[in-house]
T-cell receptor
């Protein structure tokens, strides 16, 4: 049970921002929201994570709803290399907690 | 980020043989690691969790006698698929939690196993 819901696929034009939504309506107060992405034929890579506040890093931004029941991963300027499957995962951030991957969102970037 | 390697990157074997997949962390020591399996066009499914020096904990439905995991050191873990069958053909991916424990898992590039 991935406990998150994401659209199966999305498309975006190159060099435009992309907003990838995720619903986690049953999230508990101690669950973190993690985003990983998987490029074709590769292992996943970490993108970003957060708890309550919006977060920014060099790869993306994470906007978390005030009630924490949803979040949005924002790629500010999509490139062709951002084409991947993006996974939104909730888990207790105690370090060793196993990650349960859902089906994710397959992002296609249109040149 | 941390670097994790897997060897081999792909392997083809005959039904009934065994295959060993290595997973190495190249620049950090890891006490906890995970093995995942991914079938075509599907998501990753966790197979087992192991801590260095102890036995692995397998997920429900994963046969521990078929998928042997050895986490003998902080930088090396191995997965051996014993008596492989075509239905074991899949993409096998390892990941580590680094020391000290962080919010991020580091994944290997994966090993594609094809059993003929």
């Amino acid at each position: 049970d991935a406990k998150t819901t994401q659209p199966n696929s999305m498309e975006s034009n190159e060099e435009e921002p992309v907003h990838l939504p995720c619903n986690h309506s049953t999230i508990s107060g101690t669950d973190y929201i993690h985003w990983y992405r998987q490029l074709p034929s590769q292992g996943p890579e970490y993108v970003i994570h957060g708890l309550t506040s919006n977060v920014n890093n060099r790869m993306a931004s994470l906007a978390i709803a005030e009630d924490r029941k949803s979040s949005t991963l924002i790629l500010h300027r999509a490139t062709l290399r951002d084409a991947a499957v993006y996974y939104c995962i909730r888990n207790v951030n105690f370090g060793n907690e196993k990650l349960t991957f859902g089906t994710g969102t397959r992002l296609t970037i249109i040149p | 980020g941390a670097v994790v390697s897997q060897h081999p990157s792909w392997v083809i074997c005959k039904s009934g043989t065994s295959v060993k997949i290595e997973c190495r962390s190249l620049d950090f020591q890891a006490t906890t690691m995970f093995w995942y399996r991914q079938f075509p066009k599907q998501s990753l499914m966790l197979m087992a969790t192991s801590n260095e020096g102890s036995k692995a904990t397998y997920e429900q439905g994963v046969e521990k006698d078929k998928f042997l995991i050895n986490h003998a050191s902080l930088t090396l873990s191995t997965l051996t698929v014993t008596s492989a069958h075509p239905e074991d053909s899949s993409f096998y991916i390892c990941s580590y939690m680094g020391l000290p424990q962080t919010y991020e898992q580091y994944f290997g590039p994966g090993t594609r196993l094809t059993v003929t």
